[in-house]
């Protein structure tokens, strides 16, 4: 996939995630026991052999660009090609942030300077596993000027207002993309498009004063344009408020939806960090749960997500809840329906139940 260059965008503000994202990026969110968002996305990308991608950032980056580093556990540490972390190209706060656009404008350069002929566009909050390769090969095959993916899922059975749907032709052909259609073909905003023609649609945008990615450069060019649809028959996990974020991730407890996300077709890779594996006390009881390394477990466990280095005292008991790393769990505690933000520390005999359709969000170092 030497023709080709891998784009994450990040340059939109995502506050959806309320207090997950008040001091890191989408993107860094912490997902399924030791990973981050951007995990699968790249991951995607490393396993389709994409050997050239750039992060365009907005702000709230400190912790992605720790986590990213050199791109070496993606195998973008190389001297031709590798990982680019892009800056935000506006002066904050003296410039007015006006859309994913105004970012990628600011860089290109970036493209112009690439001999790749093609561009794949992808955001982090999108969590799937797939090969980019058919996509790209059913993109070339239709002669497509911009090919979206999408992926099928019941109107009925999640939230989907705030996700773009797509009209699709027989042909395959997208006729029209809207936030209050209900043909439940969602967008994945993903796609794939001639680099040329990227930055021809870029600069024109901007000329115009017209800086969304999604509604500026593509969807009021469906029909100038020929757009093509592809479709993503695997799982899809769509993160895009705390309610769906916590949803989400209970549903790895499943270990068909675990398989799938995390071995097919490829393996997902994150930040390499050498911890011991998982102990268990002899009062330790667990069941249905994700454990990362690092735990130690004392107490009860059930139906629970515990991330690397998470401390479970004696008596404690964690019920329907993500508990991020480093947290500490204090003897004869209750944790039950909530999400622990990393290093929290919850005391001796304290009790803490949240509503599972409205989880609560206990902050970053935290001591209750």
Not at 93 to 108: A, E, K, M, S, V
Not at 112 to 122: A, D, G, H, L
Not at 258 to 274: A, C, H, M, N, S
Request: hydrophobic share 35%; with cysteine.
């Amino acid at each position: 996939m030497k023709n080709v260059i891998g784009v994450i965008n990040l340059g939109k503000p995502h506050s959806m995630l309320n207090d997950l994202t008040r001091n890191r990026s989408i993107a860094s969110v912490p997902f399924g026991g030791r990973y981050r968002l951007i995990d699968f996305t790249l991951s995607n990308m490393a396993n389709t052999g994409i050997s050239k991608v750039a992060v365009f950032t907005l702000n709230k980056s400190r912790s992605l660009m720790d986590h990213l580093g050199s791109g070496k556990e993606w195998q973008l540490d190389r001297k031709i090609g590798g990982l680019f972390i892009l800056p935000p190209a506006i002066d904050f706060p003296t410039q007015q942030y006006r859309g994913d656009l105004q970012n990628f404008h600011g860089h290109i350069d970036y493209f112009n300077r690439s001999k790749e002929e093609y561009v794949i566009v992808c955001r982090s909050h999108m969590v799937c596993n797939l090969n980019y390769k058919e996509a790209l090969q059913f993109h070339m095959d239709s002669e497509a000027d911009i090919t979206l993916l999408y992926n099928s899922i019941d109107p009925d059975t999640i939230d989907l207002s705030n996700c773009y749907q797509l009209d699709i032709d027989s042909h395959r052909r997208v006729r029209g993309m809207s936030g209050d259609t209900q043909t439940g073909n969602v967008y994945m905003e993903t796609f794939i498009i001639n680099k040329s023609l990227l930055v021809e649609m870029i600069e024109h945008c901007v000329e115009q004063e017209q800086y969304d990615l999604t509604e500026d450069l593509i969807a009021q060019h469906i029909d100038k344009f020929s757009v093509h649809a592809f479709q993503h028959k695997g799982h899809l996990s769509i993160i895009n408020c705390t309610a769906s974020y916590y949803e989400q991730s209970m549903r790895l407890l499943n270990p068909d939806v675990w398989k799938e996300l995390f071995f097919q077709p490829g393996l997902v890779y994150t930040k390499i960090k050498d911890e011991p594996p998982a102990k268990y006390i002899e009062t330790a009881d667990v069941h249905n749960s994700l454990i990362a390394n690092g735990c130690i477990v004392q107490g009860n466990v059930e139906n629970s997500i515990l991330f690397r280095g998470v401390k479970v005292a004696k008596g404690a008991k964690i019920r329907n809840s993500i508990i991020m790393q480093e947290c500490e769990i204090g003897e004869d505690a209750v944790v039950e329906n909530m999400i622990l933000d990393k290093e929290v520390c919850i005391k001796r005999g304290q009790s803490l139940v949240g509503n599972a359709a409205e989880p609560i969000v206990i902050n970053k170092r935290s001591i209750i």
